[in-house]
């Protein structure tokens, strides 16, 4: 019996955390919505989780941002997480890299 009831309660955990943590596609959000974090929250199609910037590495909630299509070129550089400098900050976006900060790495 006690195991019975230990696998119950096992299953009801593990239920909930599937529940509560994964993502669907019903949960997605929207543009401009908070994204990512703990919940791992997506996004919309089309739209993409840009965390927030200055914390390389961390799983940080972000913002559903559009995925861009094509960018202005308009020389404002910016160091993204991996390392690199972008030529802008929509080119970064396009890289699905996180920023770092504003300027050249």
């Given at each position: 019996?006690?195991?019975?009831?230990?696998l119950?309660?096992?299953?009801?955990a593990?239920?909930?955390a599937v529940?509560?943590?994964?993502p669907?596609?019903?949960?997605?959000?929207?543009?401009?919505?908070?994204?990512?974090?703990?919940?791992g929250?997506?996004?919309?199609?089309?739209l993409w989780?840009?965390?927030?910037?200055?914390?390389?590495?961390?799983?940080?909630?972000?913002?559903?941002v559009?995925?861009?299509?094509?960018?202005?070129?308009?020389a404002?550089?910016?160091?993204?997480?991996?390392?690199?400098?972008?030529?802008?900050?929509?080119?970064?976006?396009?890289a699905k890299?996180?920023?770092?900060?504003d300027?050249?790495c």
């Amino acid at each position: 019996m006690r195991n019975l009831v230990r696998l119950s309660a096992v299953a009801a955990a593990a239920f909930l955390a599937v529940a509560v943590f994964a993502p669907t596609q019903a949960s997605a959000a929207a543009e401009g919505q908070a994204c990512g974090g703990f919940t791992g929250t997506i996004c919309d199609k089309g739209l993409w989780c840009d965390p927030m910037p200055g914390l390389c590495g961390m799983q940080l909630v972000g913002r559903c941002v559009e995925e861009p299509f094509a960018c202005p070129h308009i020389a404002l550089p910016v160091c993204g997480c991996n390392g690199k400098t972008y030529g802008n900050d929509c080119k970064r976006q396009r890289a699905k890299v996180q920023k770092s900060h504003d300027g050249p790495c």
